[in-house]
């Protein structure tokens, strides 16, 4: 199963993914194409793949991308790559913004579309600001672009606002599971209940 993940900049995404991830185990993370500037505490093939603009042009045009957006001024994209080699083993989670998690909708029924929102549009300066990884001008473009961003809350499935950390952590824990129990989803548990059923009297 997919679980798409998106909200502002800032707004906790990879926190609250990290959490999760450690808390279940068995959630893999989607690395990222970008051809945004690593950041100080980022690594290459573990926070994004980071290439130039002509490589990832050229996977656009290979068809490498399940989705790709420009976002702040930089493309991102999600390899079909990456999907296919760690879907194979379990659930995905990606954590994209509005344009990417739109192409998913449309290319993969079933993923489960998952909102973030900061309690307020302060904190969300406030946590950009803490995080020391943007320069003040990139701070600024993610705010503003988190004013359009926000509005797209309605497409998704699950919202969950990042106000008390742990609360937040739990309740994208709890879509996780939740979702992961939906009949779709159950296929393969149900199957030998249902055959024990059919093997004469119980
Ligand atoms: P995103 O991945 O959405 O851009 P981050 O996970 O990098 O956001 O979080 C941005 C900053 O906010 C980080 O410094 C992080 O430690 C902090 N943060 C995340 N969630 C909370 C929270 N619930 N309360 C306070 N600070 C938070
Ligand atoms: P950041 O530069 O802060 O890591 O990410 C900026 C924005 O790009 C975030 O909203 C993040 O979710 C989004 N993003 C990261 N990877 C991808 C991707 O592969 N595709 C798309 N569409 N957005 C992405």
Redesign the pocket.
């Known amino acids: 199963m997919i679980f798409v993940v998106?909200?502002?900049?800032g707004c906790g995404?990879s926190t609250l993914i990290r959490e999760v991830r450690e808390r279940l185990g068995d959630l893999a993370f989607s690395v990222?194409?970008?051809t945004?500037p690593p950041r100080p505490s980022e690594r290459d093939g573990v926070d994004?793949r980071f290439i130039d603009e002509k490589a990832f042009r050229r996977m656009v045009r290979d068809g490498r991308f399940l989705?790709?957006?420009v976002?702040?001024g930089?493309l991102?994209?999600?390899s079909l790559a990456e999907v296919k080699a760690k879907g194979r083993r379990g659930d995905l989670v990606?954590?994209?913004?509005v344009?990417?998690a739109r192409q998913v909708r449309r290319r993969v029924p079933g993923a489960v579309h998952v909102f973030i929102m900061p309690p307020v549009a302060a904190e969300l300066r406030r946590r950009l600001i803490k995080r020391h990884e943007d320069s003040p001008e990139a701070v600024e473009r993610r705010l503003q672009n988190a004013r359009t961003e926000v509005k797209a809350w309605k497409e998704f499935d699950f919202v969950v606002v990042n106000d008390d950390l742990d609360r937040a952590v739990a309740d994208l824990e709890a879509v996780v599971v939740a979702s992961r129990r939906r009949v779709a989803a159950m296929a393969g548990a149900v199957k030998p209940v249902l055959a024990s059923f059919r093997k004469g009297r119980p």
Do not use: N
């Open positions: 998106t909200g502002p900049s995404k990222s194409h970008t945004r994004y989705e790709h957006a976002v702040h930089h991102y994209g999600t990606l954590d994209i913004d344009q990417g």
